[in-house]
Nanobody, 126 residues
Framework: VQLVESGGGSVQVGGFLRLSCAVT????????MAWFRQAPGKEREGVAV????????QYVDSVKGRFTIYPDKDKNTIVLQMNNLQPEDSAIYYC????????????????????WGQGTQVTVSS
C-alpha cells in the first residue's frame, strides 16, 4: 500500500487548499483514512479522519467548520478541503491509513495507523 499526498502550498490567511491522498495497492473502502499534521517543534496531530465504510468523519476541534475530509472513489483518493486557513494551520500534512478496528478514542492516535505518505507542506502567511 502506498499513499501519495499532493496539493500543499503557500496561501494567505483566509485562503483555501485542497489536499489529495492517492491510495495505490489497495481499495480503501473498509479502511480508516486520516490526515495528520506536524508543525516544527510540535507533536504530530490528528486533523480529520473518515472511517466506518467511509461514512463517518471526525475532526479536531480547531478545524471543525473549516476542513472537510471526503473520498473521491473514482480516483481512489482521500481529499482534505481546507478553507479559511489560518497561520496555525501551517504544518506538514500527512495522509495515513489503518486497517484494524479500533476504539473511537484512538482515531487520532498515530500509532494506530499502518501506512503513511511522505507529507506535503502547507504554509499560511498573514
Amino acid at each position: 500500500v502506498q499513499l501519495v499526498e499532493s496539493g500543499g502550498g503557500s496561501v494567505q490567511v483566509g485562503g483555501f487548499l485542497r489536499l489529495s491522498c492517492a491510495v495505490t495497492g489497495a481499495t480503501y473502502n473498509n479502511w480508516r483514512m486520516a490526515w495528520f499534521r506536524q508543525a516544527p517543534g510540535k507533536e504530530r496531530e490528528g486533523v480529520a479522519v473518515i472511517y466506518d465504510g467511509l461514512r463517518k468523519t471526525q475532526y479536531v476541534d480547531s478545524v471543525k467548520g473549516r476542513f472537510t475530509i471526503y473520498p473521491d472513489k473514482d480516483k481512489n483518493t482521500i481529499v482534505l478541503q481546507m478553507n479559511n486557513l489560518q497561520p496555525e494551520d501551517s504544518a506538514i500534512y500527512y495522509c495515513a491509513a489503518g486497517s484494524a478496528r479500533i476504539m473511537l478514542t484512538f482515531l487520532f492516535d498515530p500509532n494506530k495507523y499502518d501506512y503513511w505518505g511522505q507529507g506535503t507542506q502547507v504554509t499560511v502567511s498573514s
